[in-house]
């Protein structure tokens, strides 16, 4: 059975795609549209940690999503969306004033929010000119598998940040070859805000981060209590090793309800406990005195509380073990909390699915180091630990157990840690 493989477009070829589209749309008269990019993400291990105020540990996909854009004449507000993944369909054009909550929907919530976010009060530093952000023309183009859970839609974003961030001289990104981590923290601020209040999605902030915060040849521990980050080695071809991620094209959505499910029991179990968040239980103790508590509680919920609460602390325990072991050069020994992190999903969280049951299993018996789901769960993808040499053999395992199972067929990708937006 083989494997069908997602190539990533080069910078070359994605910034090419989006001129050729953005020509096609907008003619070649004219101010000149320029390009910006941002990556989808993996990540490594730390689920649904993130709106927990926990630990998690993404790396950037080289999978990215192109913007041309050009700002609108001085004074317009006016912008004017097409993307190149919906060649039919006509051009959006909008108001910037006209935007906010509620006022748009589909891909383009996820650009017109950025904008709106970035011209909140308080989104800038002080000092920085919000009216700067005006009307713009954009046209997008992606090689980011939609709907895989590999976080196109923090890609679109971050693209969208950048671009804005360029054109409206905020100089928050800073130099391609020096990024400026503060200043990528509050594009990212202002991307979280595009994604729950304007597109409705109540994710927790790791996406954007690792779009914008994360760095090449690295994995970004992220501290989701403050926003601090640290840039761990993550040199996978120099250990001989590759990661492979599988996307097991079944359906996945962060906008119904399962996702704020979670998110709500961990807020309400936090709440009953006297906590903040669930990051403030400590150690082998501290977890079973809460998890006590919550079951003593009675209500008919309780027993699922208490799961969610001790996938939620193991998890971020878990990122902390994979953090050392990268930081003693041990990565090979990686795998096994890879696959206990899919076991608590799986069982205490209850995020998998069959698909990425059987993605994971077949992983690990065809070789893989360590297998889990990665991002939100409800399908998407899974990622395995592999020797270099053993990527195409454990692939073709993978292709041949959906085929078996009646399952529609995989695709698969590699991701060396990668660039950030830019
Ligand atoms: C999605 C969300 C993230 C995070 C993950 C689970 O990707 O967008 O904020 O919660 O799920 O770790």
Known sequence: MSARWIPAWT??????????????RFGTDGVAPTVWSAPGRVNLIGE?????????????????????????PAGSDVVRLASAQEPGAGLVEMHLADVG???????????????????????????????????????????????????SSAALEASVAVALDATAHLGLAGPADDPDDAGRAL??????????????????????SASLRARAGHALLLDCLDGSVRQVPFDLAADGLALLVIDTRAEHALVDGQYAARRTTCE??????????????????????????LAADGAAEADIAVRRVRHVVTEIARVEEFVALLDAGKVHEVGPLMDASHASLRDDYEVS????????????????????????????????????????PVAAAIAAAFDSAGLTAPTFLLSPPSAPAG
């Open 187 to 208: 594009l990212a601020a202002a991307c979280v805000r595009a994604e729950n209040e304007v597109a409705g999605a109540p994710t927790g902030g790791m996406d954007q």
């Open 101 to 151: 909550p509620g006022t748009v929907d589909g891909w383009t919530a996820y650009v017109l929010g950025v904008a709106w976010a970035l011209r909140q009060p308080g989104a800038l530093p002080t000092g920085s000119d919000a009216s700067a952000i005006g009307g713009f023309d954009a046209v997008v183009d992606s090689c980011v598998p939609y709907g895989a859970g590999l976080s």
């Open 11 to 24: 910078g070359d070829e994605g910034a090419a795609r989006a001129l050729a589209a953005f020509a096609a």
């Open 353 to 392: 699915c069959r698909e990425l049951d059987l993605a994971v299993a077949t992983a690990r018996s065809a070789g893989a180091l360590g297998a889990r789901m990665t991002g939100g769960g409800f399908g998407g993808s899974a990622i395995a630990l592999v020797e270099a040499d053993a990527v195409e």
């Open 268 to 293: 309400t179990a936090a709440a009953r406990l006297g906590l903040g968040t669930l990051r403030e239980i400590h150690g082998t103790d501290g977890l079973a005195a809460a998890l006590a508590t």
């Open 48 to 72: 649904h940690t993130d709106y927990n105020g926990g630990l998690c540990l993404p790396i950037a996909l080289p999978h990215r999503t192109y913007v041309a854009l050009r700002p609108a």
